[in-house]
């Protein structure tokens, strides 16, 4: 019977995307592991691959077809000794997720995630757990669990009838905070409406204030509605409070003008934020409490220090993950931060180089801002807003008046994981870094 394949989830809160571009044609053979298309999440641009072998029998999505749900059909993958005529039956793809039931009953394809078994294949399609329960996963996601040591019976499958796909692997090391931001983002929807309200609740009355002004109506792409729902959860539901100092640069900025000059010939050069990032990698292995997020009833503290970056891209912005950032120099920092920032902005980054982290960093001093204060992205627990290092009057340790290069921090913090003294002395540490970077060095 032909296979059906299935809209995948390539991350853990995606519920639909846009089939940007078919990889195969009708009529050609696939085996697992052929890349089959490109998907659009409100992220990303990826690629997914086949699970079995066989021949591609019909497309049922066009290339550029936005909002296809997730699990609902996008082709169908004929077996061995099938005849293309037998397509005919499988159906189009859904509007949206078939209900289990329904589906099993209304449908004479076999479901697959990609291109996988259904979670009423028989018996040895299925993995056994050590109490005899069967567990569902498809043949890639049996591998890859068991070279990554992870335990199916502690994971929950986002394909067809709570089949485990490859993406429940790849997600498992993430698998907590991807929990916290999938309720919380429930939570949002179902208390304000967030990604929703703005568009159907207000828009008929504001655009009766407006109706004899010239303007242009601009639809919410996926990136924006997922930034209104989350930035609302995040100042309805988190209590920010905030911290400012202030940080004299001068050393900071000749010492970054002499690294510079030794790493010319590595074409490496170093930028502030590239010190700003070890500063607070730094600060939070110095005062760990701090390093921690909120977990709905309890509190996550991290050893290794995770650092989101703000970075902006067409439409929005995401926040790349720079892992151990504790651990890395400034040059691997600086070179994995630009690569993450070209990738980001051509939307290639994979979900797990962008999600996770317990801290974030927004940067706004090369647009010449003074300072401001930044939206935690939930689940973090602190953000660090960024201004820009402008010449000042200072006084002088010694009480004489000066002129110095000073540069605002403001750091946003979690309340529920964070109070106030603990945020201090975690800002206290952070400008200490900066303003001795040498120190960061040993």
Same mark, same amino acid.
């Given at each position: ?29 696939? =085996? ?15 690629? $997914? ?86 567990? $569902?996963?498809?043949?890639? =996601? ?79 792409? #996926?990136?924006?509605?997922?930034? =209104? ?11 920010? $409070?905030?911290? #400012? ?52 009833? #309890? ?67 090369? $647009? ?47 309340? #529920?994981?964070?109070?106030? =003294? ?21």
């Amino acid at each position: 019977m032909p296979i059906e394949i299935l809209m995948p989830a390539l991350s853990p809160t995606m519920e639909e995307g846009t089939l940007a571009k078919w990889l195969v044609k009708e009529g050609d053979a696939v =085996a697992s592991g052929d890349l089959l298309a490109e998907i659009e999440t409100d992220k990303a641009t990826m690629e $997914f691959e086949a699970v079995d072998e066989g021949i591609i029998g019909k497309l049922l999505v066009a290339e550029g077809t936005e909002n296809v749900a997730v699990n609902s059909a996008i082709a169908v993958l004929l077996e061995d000794g099938e005849a293309s005529s037998e397509v005919e039956a499988a159906p189009s793809a859904p509007a949206s997720p078939a209900p289990a039931a329904e589906a099993a009953t209304s449908s004479p394809a076999k479901s697959a995630t990609l291109a996988s078994s259904p979670a009423s294949a028989p018996p040895a399609a299925a993995d056994k757990a050590a109490e005899g329960v069967r567990i $569902f996963a498809t043949p890639l =996601a049996r591998k890859l669990a068991a070279q990554n040591n992870v335990d199916l019976t502690r994971l929950s499958g986002s394909g067809p009838r709570g089949r485990i796909v490859k993406a429940d692997i790849e997600a498992a090391g993430s698998a907590v905070s991807a929990d916290i931001t999938v309720a919380s983002m429930a939570s949002a929807a179902s208390t304000s409406g967030a990604a929703s309200a703005p568009q159907s609740a207000n828009f008929e009355t504001i655009s009766k204030l407006y109706a004899e002004r010239a303007y242009e109506e601009i639809s919410l792409d #996926r990136m924006r509605k997922t930034i =209104a729902a989350r930035l609302t959860e995040a100042k309805q539901t988190v209590p920010h $409070f905030y911290l #400012r100092r202030d940080v004299m640069l001068d050393n900071l900025l000749g010492f970054r003008g002499e690294m510079n000059a030794a790493l010319a010939e590595r074409d490496v050069k170093l930028s502030v934020n590239d010190f700003v990032i070890k500063a607070c990698a730094l600060a939070l292995t110095t005062v760990p409490t701090a390093n921690a997020i909120w977990a709905g009833d #309890r509190i996550l503290q991290f050893t290794p220090a995770d650092i989101a970056v703000a970075v902006a891209i067409d439409g929005g912005l995401i926040t790349p993950v720079l892992k151990d950032a504790d651990q890395k120099s400034l040059s691997v920092l600086s070179t994995e931060m630009k690569d993450l920032a070209t990738r980001a902005k051509g939307r290639k980054l994979a979900p797990d180089e962008y999600q996770g982290g317990s801290f974030a960093i927004s940067n706004l001093g090369m $647009f010449g801002i003074d300072n401001f204060d930044a939206v935690i992205n939930p689940p973090h627990g602190a953000i660090l807003a960024v201004g820009a290092g402008k010449k000042k009057p200072v006084v002088t340790a010694s009480g004489e008046l000066g002129v110095a290069t000073v540069m605002s921090l403001t750091l946003s913090v979690d309340h #529920r994981v964070i109070d106030g =003294a603990l945020g201090a002395e975690l800002l206290n540490v952070i400008v200490k870094n900066l303003e001795n970077p040498m120190a960061m060095l040993a």
